[in-house]
């Protein structure tokens, strides 16, 4: 009963699930350790494509595997119907992460390798900033993994540095554009806004739009009045009011806070600013729900800059730069194909951070994999951090920008976390486990299971199904698994599966891609949680009462007149995106279970206008990681002889 | 008589000029005016690589139109005899440049495309700070370009934010150790170091070596005294000496000087930095210099960011950075082969800054673009700026690195530029061209032949014969060109031929070409200015007396006491780069023509120890542009339906 994906003209009776297998199944034979995993080869990507049906003109190689798939795509599937769309979220985690990304890699590994059912896994780029610094990679691990690990993790395919190199000329238009207001006249700007060239002088096609805007309607340069080159010079920033950031892709705790503008060249216009990490960018939250390079293109216009002493919003556009981001992001809008260590396809494409901003990955690639995998197949894609948060966004923010409607939602729970959140002994990363996690202890698992039983509550406020999937480690007891089970079922879980896939890859999610097949024939009654058009303190107090189990919210001074000020600015009818901390289910990290009876405080409401969302700071958000005295970088090597990367984990 | 390459055994039996000939004279068709060099679409980059005689596992392929060479095929070509080698340098510029790259271009596309003869270009990549700020694109121009120029101008292969990506990383992890050191006791810093992992300590690879270093001569964590634990985790770097600095590939004058650490996460440990233009990173002329990927690893180690409070240097290496910095540049030591508009190969690889760098493309595109075209052919590179500068540092610099003999030096020549040494009007970019350059005047050009009959004499100083290249502009008048060329004779050089590059592609330079050819066979005695044995400073004089004319060098105090300290350092021996500005011989920018009777001053003697050069500063520097007023990314733009750029000239 598995429909074949007939998306490729070159290859119209075979499904790419086939060809798949095969491979998989020459390497499972031989694959006894960890090691085999290391040195499994990728097939070559033109393979890859050419096996999911993908046209030759239809992607751009780079490398021998990786290769940017075109947007020329979705015109050319159009009429093609999408197949299921799963997402894979999590309950509250410990610091150490819960395995999202290997139940993700996992599960397609089973569908597409065990069950012949096409699939695809949509990844978010990682940042290399915790590549090299605490955290490591983010391929997944174990046999559950995308391959190459060390393309993955560092440029890629040149996505994120195409983000670095866009936000950064904005902010240096910014500061240049108020040094030269500062120290030219009108008519000194005029002349050199518009310059004489061969005897002629003309607007260019940015200025005109410009002009248009300022209701002013005249296209001769030398028509204007003194008073409209005044408004025209005159973009008149508040540097108090600049809220766009420079962005660096490493972490760099001492960028946290700058002055900038102390050379004598400046002229004494310094001012305090800060280095965001290049995923905080909001290029890369537009990256993440742009639809089309037009889309992009008008999205990346919009981006509020700062206000003009009158308070009027100023943007990429009043800039100039629209098009010249444009051009430096137009590579990087084509998603990056790549594979599992299985052979099935994966995309990678934007990593948007997942505080700030909502943390998902690209509407694009879900799209484009939608129509590849046909009207059977599943597009398996991951939200940050728990469902509270990164599950919340995807609903509310991705499905609204994408218009896509979910299929069912898989929760990844492990032991550990639950007994966490059952009373356990903190969780820090560095340090080793205490012995409440590596032996078992049923009261504390259920004890924990509340958070896991609210998290599914969150996940059915959406009406989607919910199969919980708990990622098995070696120290949980089969009784500890069959409890955690048992209690996510009585939850409401449509059902509840243990999973292996780190140790056995898609041989060991095989039942969770069982369960997630059959959930995906559930009814469905997808809907968000709020209208866009309720006032913004509304939406946040039914995210933060709704979602988190608040029993109200309290908006500081400052948050309040931000709201007021983006209501009156037109701004009001964004979706929210909450950054909030990924620890709790409240605002406190040490607050575990499920807290309740909380005031959420909310100290600062800012916005992403070309991303398009409002986002509340629930306490303060650090948009830039530091490096440990003992950073990843430590154990990272290049075998200059083999080429081969060492200490990437 | 022209031999062919025989580095395929795929195509054993073809030359590859015959190919490119084909596609060129179907070009040239039609050519009829300067809208067709846009229209003209490359050909797939695998199609020119297998003309090349590139096997298919030695190009990594980005995209259709670029493609990565690996460095395996110099070792598949050792036994290959060397191409001639042909540098392309310039009189003192106006600061609208005299067109070195155009030249360049113009010169391949006539060798290969109409003289039948294998050829290849090596160019820079150049920096997207000035491409969206003042000067534009870089990849010659008219007839006479790289293609896709926005290919070429923009991310090309990433190389560029690789090295931004690993100088940041090396940034970073001064400031942090900084810190870390200031706030941990020796204990807590060697806990943190050398932690206790699955109950087992131990140190990595980079510790034992530094161990090595120290003198320290044990593996066992465990057995250090008190006073070797502080000798192993205490770099103890004083802030005052960090000579490492960020980068970003923006012209951001902003941070030309700014203040880090000012958040209270630092502690209070601020202290005043600054950013430079990416291709100004050490790591851009390590890339430059290096010959191998065990060279360029060992370079990325020794390079100094700063004494310790003993006044002994600090390297990459001391802080545990080199194997994370090597994986980071992993894929950017292989050169970018792209094509000109004729469809002839180009190398596009490496473009450190001209000023505090030596303002070279890369040692090993030369090398291994001078395996392919054969014996009988000829790899045409790039050196920026004036011959007194470029051409300086590739004699002296880059070429002791490479062990390569150049066999020609191209002297290009505008008469333009002569007049203004004749004492013609200022050249100012952005302002309109004063009549005396647009109507004939043999006097000013005359009296400005000067500058070219000293940089005539500055390239025989190294024994390689130079033809000069008149680029061509159309107000030049015929007598004007013809006193140009007698008196280029007069003064020595081998040939002087007008080119018409510009506006007929290779056909305007087959004179060239044939010039080139002729004087490539000539006697050739080439030899290095200066003993690297010599001490800094009279390298240093030798330079300045016999290249730029001057009367002595003058040392400041700060100067000198920076000699004293490399020279007790051991780094005495190193070759210099002359950091002085390119509109001058001398240090006075204003001073054209041939000015005599100057000291020299040096301000500053810096290092790049990694990269191989001491840099004295000839008054200051700017290692960071700025944004103009009307910067060139106004006209930049992006058709969101054909996807194609526009204004990026």
Redesign the interface.
């Given at each position: 009963q598995v429909i074949c994906v007939l998306a490729s003209a070159a290859a119209p009776s075979l499904c790419w699930r086939l060809f798949v297998k095969i491979s998989w199944l020459l390497f499972v034979f031989f694959s006894s350790d960890i090691e085999i995993s290391r040195a499994q080869s990728p097939k070559a990507v033109d393979v890859l494509a050419k096996e999911i049906g993908l046209l030759t003109d239809e992607i751009?190689?780079?490398?021998?595997t990786k290769a940017?798939v075109r947007l020329s795509l979705l015109e050319r599937l159009k009429d093609q119907p999408d197949g299921k769309y799963v997402l894979v979220a999590g309950i509250t985690p410990t610091p150490l992460g819960e395995g999202k990304s290997t139940v993700t890699v996992g599960l397609v590994q089973a569908l597409t390798a065990h069950l012949n059912i096409n699939s695809f896994a949509c990844l978010r780029q990682p940042s290399?900033g915790p590549t090299?610094g605490v955290k490591g990679g983010a391929a997944g691990g174990g046999y559950a993994q995308v391959i190459p690990m060390?393309e993955f993790n560092?440029?890629l395919t040149?996505d994120i540095?195409?983000i670095?190199?866009a936000n950064?000329?904005l902010?240096?238009?910014i500061?240049?554009r108020i040094?030269?207001e500062n120290t030219?006249s009108d008519k000194s700007?005029y002349n050199?806004?518009v310059?004489v060239v061969n005897g002629m002088r003309g607007f260019?096609?940015?200025?005109l739009a410009r002009l248009r805007r300022l209701g002013i309607n005249k296209t001769d340069p030398e028509t204007l009045t003194e008073e409209e080159i005044s408004k025209f010079v005159r973009l008149d920033i508040d540097p108090s009011t600049i809220t766009w950031q420079?962005v660096?892709?490493?972490?760099?705790?001492?960028?946290?806070?700058?002055?900038?503008?102390?050379?004598n060249?400046?002229k004494g216009?310094v001012r305090?600013a800060?280095f965001d990490i290049a995923v905080a960018s909001e290029i890369m939250a537009i990256l993440a729900l742009t639809t089309?390079?037009?889309d992009?293109?008008e999205r990346l216009g919009k981006m509020v800059v700062a206000n003009d002493k009158k308070g009027e919003p100023v943007t990429a556009e009043d800039l100039?730069?629209?098009?010249?981001l444009?051009?430096?992001m137009?590579?990087a809008i084509k998603p990056t194909l790549m594979q599992t260590l299985e052979g099935t396809p994966v995309f990678v494409h934007a990593g948007p951070f997942a505080n700030i901003a909502h943390g998902n990955s690209s509407v694009l690639a879900d799209k484009i994999a939608l129509k590849l995998v046909g009207e059977k197949g599943f597009v398996v894609t991951e939200a940050g951090f728990g469902a509270d948060i990164g599950m919340e966004k995807f609903f509310n923010i991705k499905c609204r920008a994408s218009g896509l409607v979910p299929s069912v939602v898989v929760l990844v729970a492990t032991v550990r976390a639950l007994k966490m959140h059952g009373g356990g002994p903190n969780v820090t990363a560095?340090a080793p486990l205490k012995k409440e996690y590596t032996e078992e202890n049923l009261q504390l698992v259920a004890d924990g299971c509340c958070n896991l039983q609210k998290q599914i509550q969150i996940t059915q406020l959406f009406g989607v199904p919910v199969v919980v999937a708990l990622n098995v480690f070696k120290t949980d007891s089969p009784a500890e698994v069959d409890l955690v089970c048992k209690m996510a079922k009585e939850s409401g879980a449509f059902d509840a599966v243990p999973c292996n896939h780190w140790s056995a890859g898609g041989r060991g999610a095989v039942k969770l891609a069982q369960a997630v097949e059959k959930a995906a024939n559930q009814k469905n009654s997808f809907k968000y949680l709020y209208s866009l058009e309720l006032p913004i303190v509304e939406k946040i107090r039914i995210i933060a009462q709704k979602v988190y189990g608040a029993q109200d919210i309290e908006l500081s001074p400052t948050a309040q007149s931000q709201v007021d000020r983006y209501t009156q600015q037109g701004f009001g009818n964004l979706p929210i995106c909450m950054a909030k901390t990924h620890l709790s289910l409240s605002h406190q990290p040490e607050r575990k279970g499920v807290p309740t009876g909380f005031i959420l405080p909310i100290s600062d409401v800012r916005a992403s206008i070309g991303a398009g969302f409002i986002y509340p700071l629930v306490g303060t958000m650090s948009t830039m990681p530091?490096?440990?005295?003992?950073?990843c970088?430590?154990?990272?090597?290049?075998d200059?002889?083999t080429?081969q990367?060492?200490?990437?984990f």
């Amino acid at each position: 009963q598995v429909i074949c994906v007939l998306a490729s003209a070159a290859a119209p009776s075979l499904c790419w699930r086939l060809f798949v297998k095969i491979s998989w199944l020459l390497f499972v034979f031989f694959s006894s350790d960890i090691e085999i995993s290391r040195a499994q080869s990728p097939k070559a990507v033109d393979v890859l494509a050419k096996e999911i049906g993908l046209l030759t003109d239809e992607i751009e190689i780079y490398g021998q595997t990786k290769a940017k798939v075109r947007l020329s795509l979705l015109e050319r599937l159009k009429d093609q119907p999408d197949g299921k769309y799963v997402l894979v979220a999590g309950i509250t985690p410990t610091p150490l992460g819960e395995g999202k990304s290997t139940v993700t890699v996992g599960l397609v590994q089973a569908l597409t390798a065990h069950l012949n059912i096409n699939s695809f896994a949509c990844l978010r780029q990682p940042s290399q900033g915790p590549t090299f610094g605490v955290k490591g990679g983010a391929a997944g691990g174990g046999y559950a993994q995308v391959i190459p690990m060390e393309e993955f993790n560092l440029h890629l395919t040149g996505d994120i540095h195409a983000i670095t190199a866009a936000n950064n000329l904005l902010a240096a238009a910014i500061d240049a554009r108020i040094l030269h207001e500062n120290t030219q006249s009108d008519k000194s700007l005029y002349n050199r806004l518009v310059p004489v060239v061969n005897g002629m002088r003309g607007f260019s096609a940015i200025q005109l739009a410009r002009l248009r805007r300022l209701g002013i309607n005249k296209t001769d340069p030398e028509t204007l009045t003194e008073e409209e080159i005044s408004k025209f010079v005159r973009l008149d920033i508040d540097p108090s009011t600049i809220t766009w950031q420079r962005v660096v892709d490493t972490n760099d705790r001492f960028l946290r806070k700058v002055t900038v503008g102390q050379a004598n060249t400046e002229k004494g216009f310094v001012r305090q600013a800060q280095f965001d990490i290049a995923v905080a960018s909001e290029i890369m939250a537009i990256l993440a729900l742009t639809t089309s390079l037009q889309d992009m293109k008008e999205r990346l216009g919009k981006m509020v800059v700062a206000n003009d002493k009158k308070g009027e919003p100023v943007t990429a556009e009043d800039l100039g730069v629209t098009g010249a981001l444009a051009v430096l992001m137009k590579d990087a809008i084509k998603p990056t194909l790549m594979q599992t260590l299985e052979g099935t396809p994966v995309f990678v494409h934007a990593g948007p951070f997942a505080n700030i901003a909502h943390g998902n990955s690209s509407v694009l690639a879900d799209k484009i994999a939608l129509k590849l995998v046909g009207e059977k197949g599943f597009v398996v894609t991951e939200a940050g951090f728990g469902a509270d948060i990164g599950m919340e966004k995807f609903f509310n923010i991705k499905c609204r920008a994408s218009g896509l409607v979910p299929s069912v939602v898989v929760l990844v729970a492990t032991v550990r976390a639950l007994k966490m959140h059952g009373g356990g002994p903190n969780v820090t990363a560095g340090a080793p486990l205490k012995k409440e996690y590596t032996e078992e202890n049923l009261q504390l698992v259920a004890d924990g299971c509340c958070n896991l039983q609210k998290q599914i509550q969150i996940t059915q406020l959406f009406g989607v199904p919910v199969v919980v999937a708990l990622n098995v480690f070696k120290t949980d007891s089969p009784a500890e698994v069959d409890l955690v089970c048992k209690m996510a079922k009585e939850s409401g879980a449509f059902d509840a599966v243990p999973c292996n896939h780190w140790s056995a890859g898609g041989r060991g999610a095989v039942k969770l891609a069982q369960a997630v097949e059959k959930a995906a024939n559930q009814k469905n009654s997808f809907k968000y949680l709020y209208s866009l058009e309720l006032p913004i303190v509304e939406k946040i107090r039914i995210i933060a009462q709704k979602v988190y189990g608040a029993q109200d919210i309290e908006l500081s001074p400052t948050a309040q007149s931000q709201v007021d000020r983006y209501t009156q600015q037109g701004f009001g009818n964004l979706p929210i995106c909450m950054a909030k901390t990924h620890l709790s289910l409240s605002h406190q990290p040490e607050r575990k279970g499920v807290p309740t009876g909380f005031i959420l405080p909310i100290s600062d409401v800012r916005a992403s206008i070309g991303a398009g969302f409002i986002y509340p700071l629930v306490g303060t958000m650090s948009t830039m990681p530091g490096l440990p005295t003992r950073p990843c970088f430590y154990d990272i090597d290049l075998d200059p002889i083999t080429e081969q990367v060492k200490g990437l984990f």
